[in-house]
T-cell receptor
Framework: EAAVTQSPRNKVAVTGGKVTLSCNQT?????MYWYRQDTGHGLRLIHY???????EKGDIPDGYKASRPSQENFSLILELATPSQTSVYFC??????????????FGAGTRLSVL | GDSVTQTEGQVALSEEDFLTIHCNYS??????LFWYVQYPGEGPQFLFR?????EKGSSRGFEATYDKGTTSFHLRKASVQESDSAVYYC??????????FGAGTRLKVIA
């Protein structure tokens, strides 16, 4: 079964600190995504990747970096965390084969609080 | 850019009521359309999709029809149950494998 694992599940950070959120998938999917979820905004795309070594900016990339060192792993990096980045973050993977009607598989989320 | 609009932020129904959640999209080209469902403490999970005009997607009693003319993909269910209480997301998938989600609709079904 498709599996996307996020770590940590909960994180408390200080303003100005560096935060790294990690995501691992065992689906052998080429594409991976980072979304944040906020009330009233739903899921908004931060960064995505088409494969190892590639990262693309999503709709709200400011203040975030992404890293895709391997097929399986995709990290989201907050170099200087701010309280406005307090949110729930979801990682997802998707198959790149065929037309773009493929299902996304989501992890369980990381709840981040920046104080 | 591409976008998805869900009209209802919250919906409260009684069991056996009819459900409609409205979804309209704006996109260049011919996107695929999806519905996802999210239960408390979990990530969103795929419900169903449609990829061409007039195609109906369905799963677990839920259904929606791709309407290119009105740029809509409304979610419907004839008789909801308490177990359907969740957040529902409409989404579109574009030609470059970018997926855009709506703001979500929280459904609460009262027994």
């Amino acid at each position: 079964e498709a599996a996307v694992t996020q770590s940590p599940r909960n994180k408390v950070a200080v303003t100005g600190g560096k935060v790294t959120l990690s995501c691992n998938q065992t689906n052998n999917h080429n594409n991976m995504y980072w979304y944040r979820q906020d009330t009233g905004h739903g899921l908004r795309l931060i960064h995505y990747s088409y494969g190892a070594g590639s990262t693309e900016k999503g709709d709200i990339p400011d203040g975030y970096k992404a890293s895709r060192p391997s097929q399986e792993n995709f990290s989201l990096i907050l170099e200087l965390a701010t309280p406005s980045q307090t949110s729930v973050y979801f990682c997802a993977s998707g198959d790149a084969r065929g037309r773009p009607q493929n299902t996304l598989y989501f992890g369980a989320g990381t709840r981040l609080s920046v104080l | 850019g591409d976008s998805v609009t869900q009209t209802e932020g919250q919906v409260a129904l009684s069991e056996e009521d009819f459900l409609t959640i409205h979804c309209n999209y704006s996109a260049s080209g011919y996107p695929a359309l999806f519905w996802y469902v999210q239960y408390p403490g979990e990530g969103p999970q795929f419900l169903f999709r449609a990829s061409r005009d007039k195609e109906k997607g369905s799963s677990r009693g839920f259904e929606a029809t791709y309407d290119k003319g009105t740029t809509s993909f409304h979610l419907r269910k004839a008789s909801v149950q308490e177990s359907d209480s969740a957040v529902y997301y409409c989404a579109l998938g574009t030609g470059n494998y970018k997926y855009v989600f709506g703001a979500g609709t929280r459904l609460k079904v009262i027994a």
